[in-house]
């Protein structure tokens, strides 16, 4: 306790040298006087019933830190480089080996039509390459294309990754051992977010770059021809980034409302197969495709169709509204997590 | 309502620097309601340096508590500071906080040294000086030689001390374990023992919670005493014990003839009461046990008393708590 009011903290020893190893003499003495001192029976015990509701409030010594922090973008860095690795390597997060698998072969089978164009070319069908080669449909198809690409390939492999993402690190207790670092509610969110939406990013803009530059090495395109069709390249790029953000932000919020994996990944196939299959069927019973809003997936199919300058396949419903509705549902999910990680209710066991 | 992402504080914890006239624990008055249940109620305490034992029943507290501290839950009112900074608000303090959670948050798939470096990785630190500081610290968990093993074949005591090691390995100043104890073997409880008496001794703030009063006792001096979210006694442990003393106390003996024991200590002034329990077995009151134990070994001796046994039954928190709260 202080002596004065004005001299409420005794200078103290110096903090150099003292950390600990095996081989640390032991000092015996704290840098700190605390409210109780470290001191092993040299001081007079002291012990007070806490009669008072408030208990009490002890002054005391000590040496603040003065060290340095490294950088937010380094211990951000960090958790995205744990997350994204852990697909390739181990002694970071671990991917289920269904889903390292499951990855390969969407890659794979997103450069189908890389390897049909080569084909086209090869024989020189120019049938085949209509189908296959780079034009604005095409592009389009790649990123959006329903069968397969969105309805076997990118929600699964979203939804397995989104799954565990949140979830299993809630489960585990991991969430918590994030949170007893100096991370930020936002940059665990922003993390957690930019790693799945990177995954999918890879997955689906690194192959539809390698679907344009192939065909402009192999059938060794000139500039006109880069600049003619580049534009379309970037919308249908940019396609791929809305489509990669959509799935995350939805998948990220059904992770942060549960304890597995399981109700996550089978959450967010069921929001995008079943409000895309109950927009069909009103759309088909009354041919009515308003409803189509309400479906994730449509959503951006329409605005990237827009983007893209291909004939709508949504009948009267604007563009416009589709844009809302990507914004909305987007919206949505993101506040969902950020309401449960900034409650922490995402560290809760 | 807008969620509270940014924390309403420097979540760029750079420019981040301790209030030096704070302790590096404070509570001002915090209470924590769980819709109507009091999980902890106007506890205030201020601790800085050495090894402090938050001991209490289970339910009494202590898990909020740590919470708090840890910026899991906020406050229902009052004020939590670690050194000086709400830890709800910003989480930078953390970059001086070392925690090992009660429950297993161990990846069994990880060697101890890549748990512990990906966990230091957090902290800010490069590849190559958290690889330095995790070998350092699971060097001095004395887990240097197994520490490329997958955590998933280590024993309990060897987990709790890659807990303890990942929380060190930011040469912390302050350290919390909530039950760093429990479920250990009497081997392992001695060296996790020893590990957290010597971060003590190098002047580490060190909070480790117990409901066990002997665990605690070995490890420290300095207790603060929950009981259902209140604190109800804090300070030096055998200074409460002597504010007990107004209380009786008891000592059960275990001998062959107990009424010829009891002949020879009665005998012993501060002796209040005498008690045959069962066959074999003799309770001793007093309201003096430090007397009592001083005197007893010498008449036992002198009279040739046969004494297979001899134990303080109310000696434990629970008959503590039972005195503070009166009962209640």
């Known amino acids: 306790m202080s002596e004065s009011p004005e001299t409420p903290f005794e200078p103290v020893e110096s903090k150099e040298n003292d950390t600990f190893s095996t081989e640390t003499p032991v000092t015996g003495k704290s840098k700190m006087t605390a409210a109780w001192s470290s001191d092993e029976g040299e001081s007079e015990g002291v012990a007070a019933v806490a009669s008072l509701p ?296 | 309502m807008m969620p509270d992402l940014d924390q309403h504080g420097h979540a760029e914890t750079k420019e981040w620097t301790p209030d030096v006239k704070a302790p590096v624990v404070m509570l001002d008055r915090v209470s924590k309601q769980y819709g109507r249940i009091n999980a902890l109620n106007g506890v205030s305490l201020g601790i800085s340096g050495g090894v402090t034992g938050i001991l209490g029943m289970n339910g009494a507290g202590k898990s909020t508590l740590f919470k708090l501290l840890m910026g899991k839950l906020r406050a229902s009112s009052g004020a939590v500071r670690l050194f000086g900074t709400d830890p709800w608000r910003n989480s930078a303090p953390y970059s001086r906080v070392g925690f090992v959670p009660e429950h297993e948050k161990l990846h069994d798939w990880m060697t101890a040294f890549d748990f512990v470096v990906t966990f230091a990785r957090l902290y800010g630190l490069t590849r190559d000086e958290a690889k330095v500081e995790a070998t350092r610290v699971l060097d001095f968990v004395d887990l240097k030689d197994v520490m490329h093993k997958k955590i998933g074949q280590y024993s309990k005591g060897m987990r709790q001390r890659v807990k303890i090691a990942h929380a060190l390995v930011n040469d912390p100043d302050l350290i919390i374990l909530d039950e760093p104890l429990q479920g250990c073997d009497p081997l392992a409880r001695t060296t996790i023992m020893n590990v957290i008496k010597e971060l003590g001794r190098m002047g580490r703030t060190v909070l480790v919670s117990s409901h066990i009063l002997h665990e605690i006792e070995r490890i420290t001096e300095q207790i603060v005493i929950l009981h259902r979210g209140r604190v109800v006694a804090l300070g030096n442990s055998h200074a409460i014990r002597e504010m007990l003393d107004q209380h009786p106390h008891k000592i059960l003996l275990e001998c062959n003839k107990p009424k010829d024991v009891a002949k020879s200590i009665m005998d012993i002034d501060e002796v209040t009461g005498l008690h045959f329990v069962s066959d074999g077995k003799l309770l001793i009151e007093t309201r003096h046990l430090g007397v009592v134990h001083q005197q007893l070994p010498d008449i036992i001796v002198q009279n040739g008393h046969q004494v297979t046994g001899i134990d303080n039954p109310d000696d434990d928190l629970q008959s503590i708590l039972r005195y503070l709260t009166g009962g209640f």
């Open chain 1, 54 to 349: 408030q208990g009490q409030v002890f002054e005391q010594n000590y040496q603040p830190w003065n060290g340095t922090l490294n950088p937010r973008w380094m211990r951000n860095w960090a958790i995205l480089r744990h997350h994204v690795l852990g697909i390739f390597r181990k002694g970071h997060r671990p991917w289920g080996i269904p889903t390292r698998l499951f990855i390969f072969f969407v890659i794979l089978a997103s450069c189908t039509d890389i390897a049909l164009a080569l084909l086209a070319s090869l024989v020189g069908s120019t049938e085949l390459y209509d189908m296959f080669g780079v034009n604005r449909n095409n592009l389009y198809g790649h990123v959006l294309g329903f069968w397969p690409r969105n309805i076997l390939y990118f929600p699964v492999v979203a939804a397995l990754l989104v799954g565990g993402m949140i979830s299993e690190d809630r489960a585990h207790g991991t969430s918590a051992l994030y949170f007893s670092r100096p991370i930020s509610r936002f940059d665990y969110a922003s993390m957690k977010f930019l790693s799945i939406a990177i995954i999918l990013f890879l997955i689906i803009d690194g192959t539809l770059a390698l679907y344009y530059f192939s065909e402009v090495l192999v059938m060794g395109r000139g500039w006109s021809w880069i600049i003619d069709t580049f534009p379309m390249f970037l919308g249908a790029f940019l396609c791929g980034i809305l489509l990669s953000f959509t799935y995350t932000s939805i998948g990220l919020a059904l992770s942060s409302i549960s304890r597995g994996r399981f109700f996550p990944a089978i959450g967010l196939i069921a929001i995008l197969m079943g409000t895309k299959t109950m927009a069909a069927i009103i759309n088909g019973l009354f041919d009515k495709s308003t409803l189509y809003v309400i479906s994730p997936y449509d959503s951006v199919a329409h605005v990237c169709q827009a983007i893209m300058g291909i004939d709508s396949s949504y009948g009267e419903l604007s563009w416009t509204w589709s844009l809302a509705s990507v914004i909305i549902i987007n919206g949505i999910a993101l506040y969902l997590l950020a309401t449960r990680v900034s409650t922490l209710e995402v560290t809760r066991e």
